[in-house]
């Protein structure tokens, strides 16, 4: 069970600021849920709960989530993140790259039970909070995953790659693109700069096999503040030339993509379509 402190199991001792300094203990609470959480989560409110009180505990105390964050964990994250859910198809498979502390990946899977959600990460401490996290609110939707985007090509295909403040678009799009079965979308959660790096990175998208993109807001008349996404569809080569090779050396090798399985340290609960 995931508790609010810190594991000095996670990578041998407790985790730092960069400074050297423990995490200064958060100003207050995240605060009760919202109106509008009941409406996005329903029956899962709950468990949402019980995820925003871990990212104001155990996330902070884990260098995970700033202190200051935790006024503003509901709004600014949690259904920042979850609104994300109105924009995919029912059933689809997801992977957020960079998952971090489960952001957009886990509100999402908590919107949208239908929906098989990999969490995607590098890191070894932020795997162990998410595989803790996943554990205890019995997301049996969510999987989580151990590695980097490039390195999982031809072992991971999903319908949809999300990802929130992980890297400037053009360099998001070559990580997440590849990981797409063809003529699926990648959705970007990017704020204020959607735009400005979407018509910087239209060269890029093109290159990865992308053939449509815009910016669209989600969240409209649910949160005070929409929720801004870039989305890119692609078409029948997602990724590209490069990534089309990568995905055949794969299956040669008798590792092709198989919804997700087979790559990397999987753990957590178990996808379902």
Excluded at 13 to 33: F, N, S, V
Excluded at 44 to 59: C, D, F, K, S
Excluded at 208 to 226: D, H, R, Y
Aim: hydrophobic share 40%.
């Amino acid at each position: 069970m995931l508790v609010g402190r810190v594991d000095s199991t996670v990578s041998g001792e407790a985790e730092m600021d960069r400074d050297g300094t423990e995490p200064e203990a958060p100003l207050e609470g995240p605060g009760q849920a919202p109106e509008a959480a009941g409406r996005i989560f329903g029956d899962q409110l709950p468990q949402a709960v019980r995820y925003t009180e871990l990212l104001a505990t155990a996330g902070v105390q884990r260098g995970l989530i700033g202190p200051r964050e935790v006024p503003r964990l509901w709004d600014r994250h949690v259904l920042n993140c979850a609104v994300l859910a109105e924009l995919l198809p029912a059933g689809v498979s997801l992977c957020d790259v960079g998952s971090g502390a489960g952001l957009p990946g886990i509100p999402v899977a908590l919107a949208r039970p239908d929906v098989s959600v990999t969490l995607l990460e590098p890191l070894l401490r932020r795997t162990t909070f998410l595989e803790e996290v996943v554990r205890e609110l019995g997301l049996e939707n969510v999987t989580v995953l151990r590695g980097r985007a490039e390195e999982t090509v031809g072992k991971l295909a999903v319908d949809v790659v999300t990802a929130r403040a992980v890297a400037p678009l053009d360099r998001l799009a070559g990580w997440g693109m590849p990981l797409l079965r063809p003529y699926g979308q990648m959705l970007a959660l990017k704020g204020d700069t959607a735009e400005q790096e979407l018509a910087d990175s239209r060269a890029a998208l093109t290159r990865l096999g992308a053939v449509k993109w815009s910016v669209i807001g989600v969240g409209e008349g649910v949160l005070v503040t929409p929720t801004r996404v870039v989305r890119v569809e692609a078409g029948e080569s997602p990724g590209g030339v490069r990534a089309a090779t990568r995905r055949a050396r794969a299956a040669r090798a008798g590792r092709g993509a198989k919804g997700g399985e087979g790559a990397g340290r999987r753990s957590g609960g178990r996808g379902r379509r």
